[in-house]
């Protein structure tokens, strides 16, 4: 006769018996998965777009519409990967960092691009540039104490971003360029507003950080305090009671 924790070892500790296709909590996430290889083809397509869009004077339709559909299949993958990595738990580190790095670069080079063409004014390039930059940097000047993920807000300013730049790449009438024009100094306007969100966020995480190192060698130092130095002169309250 077998005892209640015999039951609950063999049933794994829950009430349920995990599905099929449930993994180990231990089983670690393979570098290369699905998710991570679409942000790597992102980030391979920034050249080939490049190419596309400069071909000719950068004004001819044909050659516009193609970098415009690259540009498209790239951004893309930016939703697509997101959603495989949390529906099949393929979330990493690496993709954590590589994911917004992709956008920058795809943003970034879209922005100068047009920028260079004469299509798009350079202190608008020039604002989104600077924050990107100074948000990649920042993330890697505090990758040694964590990893800050891509927010929702920052997920919206890269859709705004996105949608003007395609319409500013679609050679469209003039009387689009009043829209392309307002989702710009959107895009302009979240830009700015969500960098000074990760700024926020990274002195947090650093503050938190130097608190609990604080903490850790306080404690440390008490532990290793002499009895001597203690107030009882390291006696338990006991003995002097004897």
Known sequence: M?????????????????????????????????????TVGRIALVPVFLVLL??????DTAWRLAATGVFAIAAITDRIDGQLARKHGLVTDFGKLADPIADKALIGAALVGLSMLGDLSWWVTGIIAARELGITALRFAVLRHAVIPASRGGKAKTLVQTLAIGLYLLPLPDSVEPVAIGLMILAVALTVVTGLDYVVQAIRLRTGVRRSETTRVETVDVGNTPAEDTPDGGRAVGEDAR
Not at 6 to 33: C, E, F, K, R
Not at 54 to 59: A, I, L, Q, R, S
């Open 54 to 59: 400069f071909v000719g004077d950068g004004h």
């Open 2 to 38: 077998s005892t209640p924790r015999q039951h609950v070892t063999a049933s794994g500790g829950s009430g349920a018996a995990p599905g099929p296709h449930a993994g180990s909590p231990h089983d670690p996430v393979p570098l290369w998965n699905i998710a991570n290889i679409l």
